[in-house]
């Protein structure tokens, strides 16, 4: 018997990979992953509205050395009323 369809939520979907971005101390390599599919996910939805870097002092302290702040640290949001 076929299971029920799921629908997620994109504003559940954004902040789990907001959470990522910001907090994830793997390797550099996993957040343009993220970022890709995010992306892809508010444009395919027309809800995209861009995304900040973040700065430094808004890193958790684990996050904030050389290895793993770069431009991957980010925060995108989507389109009021999206």
Do not use: C, H, W
Not at 11 to 29: G, K, Q, W
Not at 73 to 82: E, I, L, Q, T, V
């Amino acid at each position: 018997m076929p299971r029920p369809k799921k629908t997620v939520r994109v504003e559940e979907l954004l902040d789990f990979a907001n959470d990522i971005l910001e907090r994830s101390v793997d390797r550099s390599e996993v957040r343009p992953g993220v970022m890709t599919f995010i992306e892809a996910i508010l444009m395919r939805t027309d809800q995209y509205n861009g995304y900040r870097l973040l700065k430094q002092e808004e890193l958790l302290p684990s996050t904030r050395d050389a290895r793993t702040a770069d431009d991957t640290r980010r925060r995108y949001s989507m389109k009021k009323g999206g």
